[in-house]
C-alpha cells in the first residue's frame, strides 16, 4: 500500500489547510484511515482516526477546529484544518490499517511519508 499526502505548506494562524492522502496499490482490506503528527523534539501523536463507515475520533487537541473525511471511491482521507495556530506546526502523516486499534495505537502496517505543516504567529 502506497500513501500520498499532499496539502501541506505555510500558513498563518488562524488560516486554514486541507491535507489529503490517496492510497493506492493493494489495498484490498485497508479499513480505518488518520492522521498523525510529529513536532520537532516531540513524539508523533495521534490527530485524527476515521472508519470506512465514517465514524471519527478527534485529538481533544484539535477537536472544534480539525475535520477528518474520507471518499472510500477514491480511497483518499482528507483532514481540514481550521483556526490553525503555531501549536500545531509539525510533519503530519497519513497512516491506514486494517484495524483501526492498530491505527488508533500508532502501529499501523501503512504509514505515508509526511507532509510538513508550517503555522507562523
Known amino acids: 500500500v502506497q500513501l500520498v499526502e499532499s496539502g501541506g505548506g505555510l500558513v498563518q494562524a488562524g488560516g486554514s489547510l486541507r491535507l489529503s492522502c490517496a492510497a493506492s496499490g493493494s489495498i484490498f482490506g485497508i479499513n480505518a484511515m488518520g492522521w498523525y503528527r510529529q513536532a520537532p523534539g516531540k513524539q508523533r501523536g495521534l490527530v485524527a482516526t476515521?472508519?470506512?463507515?465514517?465514524?471519527?475520533n478527534v485529538a481533544d487537541s484539535v477537536k472544534g477546529r480539525f475535520i477528518i473525511s474520507r471518499d472510500n471511491a477514491k480511497n483518499t482521507v482528507y483532514l481540514q484544518m481550521n483556526s490553525l495556530k503555531p501549536e500545531d506546526t509539525a510533519v503530519y502523516y497519513c497512516?491506514?490499517?486494517?484495524?483501526?486499534?492498530?491505527?488508533?495505537?500508532?502501529?499501523?502496517?501503512?504509514w505515508g511519508q509526511g507532509t510538513q505543516v508550517t503555522v507562523s504567529s
Open positions: 476515521i472508519t470506512p463507515g465514517g465514524s471519527t
Open positions: 497512516a491506514a490499517s486494517r484495524l483501526i486499534g492498530l491505527l488508533r495505537s500508532g502501529t499501523s502496517e501503512n
